[in-house]
Every structure is written in structure tokens, then in C-alpha cells.
């Protein structure tokens, strides 16, 4: 099975930058979707970015121009690690949050999450 494993999140001030990392692997070729989500405590996990195997990225419309979900390789049959990244600048407060990465994967549509990684935006 696929395994995620995210990391760089932490304490930054408002109007900094951090990159969330997101390593997949495993069975990476059975991976459709990647997508990063954030969840707060007490709210439901919100979409942030997706990237599908063909290189195409969706963003809801309240993440435009904020967040750019990338990977660092090609899509590939070759079980080996991939790794999709999160670059985000200028953090604000409400930006605190859980994030976590999830793949969608083929060919029975499971989907598979990362532990997550913290991301708190305070002064």
C-alpha cells in the first residue's frame, strides 16, 4: 500500500513562509491524486491543493493564488519515492492548521493519509 509522510510544518510569524513536504511511497504508480488538506480541531478537513497524475492542479477558489502544489519527478511505474511539496507564503493566523497529504489511488479508488504535519501562524 501506499505509505505519506509529511514534514516541515512549525511555528512561523505572520507573513512568513514554510514548505510542507509530502513522501510518497510504495506503490506510487497506482497513485490518480495527490492532495494537501488542512483540518483545524472542532472543524472538518478543507481541501487546499490537488495535483492529478497527469500533471493538472485544482485549487478551491478561497486557495487561488495562495498555494502551488508540485512534485519533484515525473509520474512513473517504478516503484520509487516521490515527493509533492506545498510552498506557502505569506501565512496569516488562520492559516494554523493541521495539513495533511492524501493519494487517491487506482484501481479501487482507495485513499490513503499522511500523520500530518502542524503549521501554527502566531506572532
Known amino acids: 500500500q501506499v505509505q505519506l509522510v509529511e514534514s516541515g510544518g512549525g511555528l512561523v510569524q505572520p507573513g512568513g513562509s514554510l514548505r510542507l513536504s509530502c513522501a510518497a511511497s510504495?506503490?506510487?504508480?497506482?497513485?490518480?491524486?495527490l492532495g494537501w488538506y488542512r483540518q483545524v480541531p472542532g472543524n472538518q478537513r478543507e481541501a487546499v491543493a490537488r495535483?492529478?497524475?497527469?500533471?493538472?492542479?485544482?485549487?478551491?477558489?478561497?486557495?487561488k493564488d495562495r498555494f502551488t502544489i508540485s512534485r519533484d519527478s515525473a509520474y512513473s511505474r517504478d516503484i520509487t519515492n516521490n515527493t509533492y511539496y506545498l510552498p506557502m507564503e505569506n501565512l496569516r493566523p488562520h492559516d494554523t492548521a493541521v495539513y495533511y497529504c492524501?493519494?487517491?489511488?487506482?484501481?479501487w479508488g482507495r485513499g490513503y493519509w499522511g500523520q500530518g504535519t502542524q503549521v501554527t501562524v502566531s506572532l
Open positions: 495535483i492529478l497524475s497527469g500533471g493538472r492542479t485544482i485549487y478551491p477558489d478561497a486557495m
Open positions: 510504495g506503490p506510487i504508480y497506482t497513485i490518480t491524486e
Open positions: 492524501n493519494a487517491m489511488t487506482t484501481p
